[in-house]
């Protein structure tokens, strides 16, 4: 198991707690990937699959990027936002954060949400 010298290029917060989870996710990735190279086995890739963000679990999913999208039909979408990530979720509006930062709001009517790839 090798330590992590630098959390440069991560994307977690700067706190004791989220550098302390990194290391062990990278601990536990790489004691996996060790042993799949020495036994031969096949190593498989995580495949994503995009979660249906709504009302009621959209805070299970707050530290997620999100898209955002007005449903046009049942084939058809316009993306309102991609890449953001929900802050708040009422009745008439959804908040989200941009990737600038800036705290953005867009009407419920017709909306949709769902996970996306980091």
């Not at 190279?37 to 249906?52: K, Q």
């Not at 299970?60 to 979408?77: K, N, Y």
Request: aromatic residues 6%.
């Amino acid at each position: 198991m090798s330590k992590i010298q630098s959390h440069e290029n991560c994307n977690h917060e700067s706190s004791k707690a989220a550098r302390a989870k990194c290391r062990r996710s990278r601990a536990k990735f790489a004691d996996a990937f060790a042993s799949a190279l020495t036994d031969g086995t096949p190593i498989e890739t995580p495949v994503f699959e995009s979660v249906n963000v709504t009302r009621e679990n959209w805070r299970d999913h707050a530290d997620s990027p999100v898209v955002l999208f007005t449903r046009i039909s049942d084939d058809e979408e316009a993306p309102i936002a991609e890449g953001v990530k929900i802050t708040g979720w009422g009745k008439q509006w959804v908040n989200y954060v941009n990737d600038e930062g800036k705290t953005k709001r867009t009407a419920v009517t017709c909306l949709g949400a769902r996970t996306i790839e980091a």
